[in-house]
């Protein structure tokens, strides 16, 4: 979730509609010109007891953050507090229960993001030794209660998190005990923006099984293989699903706009405070009547974000942002990109996905929505067979895109060796939950913290 931090003309009024679709119509860039951006979370856990830790106590997160600053990133202060860094390789942030996040910086190819990855990665266990701190890569936290989690010190998660039971049962699960890992790709125009969203919303539920690595809730079998995504499906349903109008004659970037000035506010940012505005209206914001601040109207900065609290699959915020994964080990940290480019950034493979979902009904996108997440990989795909058999197409028209860009690494490797775990879970049609729980049943003896050991780091 987006830190606050302040853009060039952020402060402008808002004065009519065009500056709101300006937003997305800003993100048009040449082919040249597109970038990858890949943000990943990961679990912080004590590694003598496998404890959470809070923001404040000794070798905590705090101290976490601050012990990352040796590496050239620059402390963002809320509140009196840091609640992330920024630096060259993007930034460093906080989910609400601590959750460590990195969002990287806009890079050429996933050569380039693997290494980005691979050098957080690297500071975050260089600290962590230090300090007793483990990182572990699964979408959901095998097993901790919620009152087991402590909460960090930023404004917009204390009104989320007093708005989240209003609206759904799993809200809190989601900011607690949730890690994903997410793409962030470009797109040249309003028409290729759209067949981009529509291919990738398609496709985010076989993204999901692939990905799928959150099988556990509090140290027993949750029943799914993926409860990270189960619990988006009850968590705000005005702000999170599928969007149906993606597929619809006419979706632009004005009716993105529409769906997005649809959203309820969370809240307003002023003066270094958050204001809550949960449930309220951007509409009647843009007619200066919002009940928190009468007779004021919006900035350029509030409706960027206020783009941010949206949480459907796919997201549009001058890129497109693809939300669909657990979080997991280093190798799918950088799989996620490659899967994602090698399918979106080359024609002939965008037009070759888009044959295979075109004839997709609403009914289709809304069934593999509800049974991924306990199904994964073993779904039935709407082309007959399972969607097992449609990952194989996938990766393979993937495999194609990425050899066509030919974005080559010092020794001359392509990109399309960053979908090998992937080709290997759709070859053996076992998702990493799969792998995790046939363990839990036998070598690990029915002992969820086994897991630490597997899965950290």
Not at 19 to 25: I, K, M, P, T, W
Not at 97 to 126: K, P, V
Not at 298 to 314: N, Q
Not at 398 to 426: H, K, S, V
Request: net charge negative.
């Amino acid at each position: 979730m987006s830190n606050q931090v302040a853009a060039t003309g952020d402060d402008a009024p808002i004065e009519n509609r065009a500056q709101l679709v300006g937003v997305f119509e800003t993100g048009n860039k040449p082919k040249a010109g597109w970038r990858i951006g890949t943000e990943h979370e990961k679990f912080v856990y004590r590694t003598s007891d496998h404890r959470a830790p809070s923001y404040d106590e000794p070798g905590g997160i705090r101290d976490l953050l601050d012990g990352m600053t040796a590496f050239g990133w620059e402390p963002v202060i809320e509140g009196g507090n840091v609640i992330a860094l920024k630096g060259a390789d993007g930034a460093v942030s906080l989910e609400p229960a601590g959750q460590f996040e990195l969002s990287g910086a806009a890079l050429d190819s996933i050569h380039e993001t693997c290494a980005e990855s691979n050098r957080h990665l690297a500071q975050c266990r260089d600290v962590g030794d230090r300090l007793g701190l483990g990182f572990l890569g699964l979408g959901f936290w095998p097993d901790k209660t919620r009152a087991e989690l402590p909460v960090m010190p930023k404004g917009r998660y204390v009104i989320m998190r007093s708005h989240m039971p209003r609206v759904g049962n799993l809200g809190l699960d989601m900011m607690l005990r949730t890690c994903t890992i997410q793409t962030n790709l470009d797109y040249a125009s309003e028409a290729d923006m759209v067949l981009k969203f529509r291919v990738s919303m398609a496709l985010q539920p076989l993204a999901t099984a692939l990905f799928a690595n959150s099988p556990f809730t509090e140290g027993k079998p949750n029943g799914f293989k993926s409860f990270r995504s189960h619990i988006w499906t009850d968590t705000d349903p005005a702000r999170t699903g599928t969007l149906p109008f993606v597929f619809e004659d006419g979706f632009g970037f004005e009716r993105y706009t529409d769906y997005a000035l649809d959203v309820p506010m969370y809240f307003v940012y002023r003066d270094g405070k958050y204001i809550d505005a949960a449930g309220l209206s951007f509409r009647d914001f843009l007619d200066g009547r919002l009940s928190v601040l009468p007779g004021e109207k919006p900035r350029l900065g509030d409706w960027k974000d206020h783009l941010s609290t949206a949480f459907p699959e796919v997201r549009m915020k001058g890129y497109l942002e693809m939300r669909g994964a657990d979080g997991g080990r280093w190798d799918r940290i950088c799989a996620l990109p490659a899967f994602w480019v090698g399918l979106l950034y080359d024609d002939v493979a965008m037009d070759a996905a888009w044959d295979l979902v075109k004839g997709w009904s609403h009914a289709d996108h809304d069934r593999l929505r509800v049974e991924v997440p306990r199904l994964a990989l073993k779904a039935a795909s709407p082309n007959g067979g399972t969607l097992q058999d449609l990952a194989k197409q996938v990766l393979e028209i993937a495999d194609r895109g990425l050899a066509r860009r030919a974005r080559l690494n010092r020794m001359g490797d392509t990109e399309q060796g960053f979908l090998n775990p992937l080709r290997e879970i759709a070859a053996s049609g076992l998702t990493n939950a799969d792998r995790m729980l046939a363990l839990y049943e036998g070598a690990w003896g029915g002992d969820v913290s086994k897991v630490y050991a597997a899965e950290s780091y």
